[in-house]
């Protein structure tokens, strides 16, 4: 069974977000770490694309949040909370954060993205020439680098995919080389 018929047999066949029937499609929900039913939501195109690009919002569609946040569902909790983040400004999104509860590592993984925070506490991971990285993200690495606690070298020119982001240092990013998890230092590594 696919992801996307799960998704629709745990959605009832409707947008987790606003619970529209139109253009619906399986959406991994960022940082993936997991993907699957676990780290994905059943959205339809208005709250994609919305989501996706916060100059297309509307705040009105958003208050559907008012019911899904209510979901049992970890990916739509964690959706529900950036999107109520991003509009907390409106005043009505406000009074449904302080109602929302998280767990912690729900918690953890809403914030995860910087949704809610002024861009001048965002913590922004740049690559050796500057360039913005984001979960997800291939890079290079520009230098051989040891690996602290083992005798392996990461080569240069050795291409790390998927990275993840430390949400605490700007400078740290995580992936994997040779099979192996290891820290990297950002101005080590070049953006593909």
Not at 41 to 56: G, H, T
Not at 135 to 154: E, F, P, R, T
Request: with cysteine; net charge negative.
């Amino acid at each position: 069974m696919s992801v996307e018929s799960k998704l629709m047999d745990r959605s009832g066949s409707s947008c987790e977000l606003c619970g529209s029937t139109q253009n619906l499609s399986v959406y991994e929900v960022p940082p993936v770490s997991t993907g699957g039913i676990d780290g994905s939501a059943l959205l339809c195109d208005v709250c994609k694309s919305q989501i996706e690009d916060p100059s297309l919002m509307d705040v009105n569609h958003w208050r559907c949040l008012n019911d899904s946040m209510w979901s049992e569902f970890t990916p739509v909790k964690v959706l529900a909370w950036r999107m109520l983040s991003r509009l907390k400004n409106e005043g009505w999104p406000q009074d449904l954060l302080d109602m929302l509860y998280l767990e912690e590592d729900e918690l953890k993984w809403a914030q995860a993205t910087g949704e809610g925070l002024e861009e001048s506490e965002k913590i922004i991971h740049r690559d050796s020439n500057g360039v913005i990285l984001s979960a997800g993200d291939n890079v290079v690495l520009i230098k051989d680098l040891q690996v602290k606690g083992s005798s392996m070298v990461a080569k240069r020119g050795t291409t790390v995919r998927r990275i993840s982001l430390d949400n605490e240092n700007a400078e740290y990013i995580e992936g994997k080389v040779d099979g192996q998890q290891i820290v990297i230092i950002t101005k080590y590594v070049k953006k593909v």
